[in-house]
């Protein structure tokens, strides 16, 4: 137990989480028992483990935080969230998927253009967005991270 | 009875919504029946009648339709996204960055660096040689070096040969002679721009080797290409003995696009005659 906590706590590559393989190898064939029983003693300090499956052979396992109950709990400035959270919902109601340079004109009315383009790259890079041929999508970390209904409910009642 | 206008039409308009796979709702469903409704009593013939069942079963299919839509919309989340936009754009970045705060569930992920990290920083380090050594082991990059190809390094790459490009030069002095005083662009312009490029390469012998002569005209812009008459450039013993006056470069520019325009001009010339 104390093992799979470390694997799934500790970062041992450069994106987030333990691929499913190396759980089996590391804890054995009834590895997804152990992540059970983990989880339920996580839940009790708000937090979960989550199942990424990115095809068939590719499941990744993370821990995320359950219910934020700090009031920060990250480094980020508030225009780089804003900027994150105005990109989301922008993507979202656009059906998953947006031309990035639409992106960038609607963020350039309120943030320079300079500093959207550079949060935007960050944000690819860190898997909260993703591109391809000039689209931007939502990415594997906004699916992990982000719950999209309650972002858009309290963008649409606010 | 004739098939009325405006029931094949609705019936068209139905197959295009279905076929075109536009907004099924573009259908006044109401309207349609309206419609149908003011002819149901004139209807006497099987084919006013199988005509009425047609508009009937192609009406039921875009109401099918506006349902499937109606459900896609709704499972899949959907949201106006001009109402989005509108909303995103009132909202101050403090409260965008709250309603994010409240949607996020961040992963908890820590970095630490454990003692046998260290040690295998350490055993790295170790066995790394020095950045000299591992550069000449790999062999120092190369860079191309850039340089200029002239006619005699043609030559000897065979990419050109000297009676070859001899009899290139000559051709165009030829047809110079011919044309007589001519505008440059005019001259050396032709059907392609491959072409054109190397009429101008070649163009630049003769006038080096003081066989043609260039007159400029900077208040039009213009410049012409003569040809040197027999008596002023013949003779064996080279330009530099001819023309021992001052040595000028003339750099004449030809891109594609100005080539395309004089080519689209002489479209015009010759369409115009």
Partial sequence: MKKAAQLLLFRRHRTPGVKAWELKKALGDDYMEIIEILNSILLKLGMEVRRISEGSDNERFVVVLKDLLTDKASGLRIDDVAILSASLAYIIAKQGKASRKSVEDFLAEKFP?????????????????????NLLYIGWRTRVEVDSKTLMDLILTS | MKAPEDILRLINFCKTIQRADTDPFDLDVKRFLTILGEYVRRWKSIDDLMLDAEAISELTKVIE??????????????IDPALVEFKLKLMEPAQLASAFFKAWHPIVSLDRITPERLKQGLDY???????SE????????????TGTLKLDDLIALHILSQTEFQEQIQQVLNELEARGRTEYYDFVYGDSFEDSVRK???????????????DIEPLEEKIFIYPRSRGQSGGSGGEDEEYPGEKRSIPIAISYEDWERWSKRREQGQSGR
């Fill in chain 1, 113 to 133: 253009r300079r500093r959207v383009i550079r949060a935007l790259e960050r944000y690819i890079v860190q898997g909260y967005l993703r591109e391809d041929e």
């Fill in chain 2, 65 to 78: 339709l506006q349902c499937k839509w109606i459900k896609d919309r709704s499972a899949s989340f959907y």
């Fill in chain 2, 125 to 131: 380090w170790n066995a790394l040689l020095p950045l």
């Fill in chain 2, 134 to 145: 591992r550069k000449s082991a790999f062999g120092a990059a190369s860079t191309p070096e």
């Fill in chain 2, 200 to 214: 101008a390469y070649l163009t630049s012998y003769i006038v080096s080797e003081g066989k043609a002569e260039l």
